[in-house]
């Protein structure tokens, strides 16, 4: 069974919109963490924003939050006022502590910023 | 701060001929990962140090791949003899600390073309 699934294969947003990006996980760990990645065409996998499963308050940094509903088990990313340059690849990707601290990801989301 | 350095950036050989991928982590980080990733798809992990010590290596196709991280800080991971289906990207990344909330950073990449 899938641990993360992204939903959205693809996504075009306007520039300036909102745009979110769905990440929904499964894992019976109470003690995990979930990441978002961003990989431009150029490859490098960007560190975004981390959510722990006992943090209290919904994760953000600056344009990026994460939308955390812990009871349906979904993760998705919120990219406010998107730009040009939010034009990439983004992952989510989780960690359980009961799995030897391996990161499992999702397929990703291909997310097109038109000008 | 430094990123993690991997070079080549792309590599383009002939099968059956061997290949390899070097990678500086950042200054401090004992943790080293090397992952492989398919068009379209999310990383996939082949090994992991802790220090110089493969820690998991279980997923690492041992007939024709081998990696060492001598002195517990860069690392080469090799391909010998290279088939065609190991066409990629290979991604080596680093962090410092445990625990779920443990973030790996990563370098750009080496593409990898195998004809």
């Known amino acids: 069974a899938q641990k993360i699934t992204q939903t959205q294969p693809g996504m075009f947003v306007q520039e300036k919109e909102a745009v979110t990006l769905d990440c929904t996980y499964d894992t019976s760990d109470p003690s995990y963490g979930l990441f978002w990645y961003k990989q431009p065409s150029s490859g490098e996998m960007i560190f975004l924003i981390y959510q722990g499963s006992y943090d209290q308050q919904n994760a953000t940094e600056g344009r990026y939050s994460l939308n955390f509903q812990k009871a349906r088990k979904s993760a998705n990313l919120v990219i406010s006022a998107s730009q040009l340059g939010d034009s990439a690849m983004y992952f989510c990707a989780m960690r359980e502590a009961d799995s030897n601290y391996q990161l499992i990801w999702g397929a990703g989301t291909k997310l097109i910023i038109k000008p | ?115």
């Open chain 2, 1 to 115: 701060e430094a990123g993690v350095v991997q070079s080549p950036r792309y590599k383009i050989i002939e099968k059956k001929q061997p290949v390899a991928f070097w990678c500086n982590p950042i200054s401090g980080h004992n943790t080293l990962y090397w992952y492989r990733q398919n068009l379209g798809q999310g990383p996939e992990l082949l090994i992991r140090y802790e220090n110089e010590e493969a820690v998991d290596d279980s997923q690492l196709p041992k007939d024709r791949f081998s990696a060492e991280r001598l002195k517990g800080v860069d690392s080469t991971l090799k391909i010998q003899p290279a088939e065609l289906g190991d066409s990629a990207v290979y991604l080596c990344a680093s962090s410092s600390g445990r625990g779920v909330r443990e973030t790996q950073y990563f370098g750009p990449g080496t593409r990898l073309l195998v004809l």
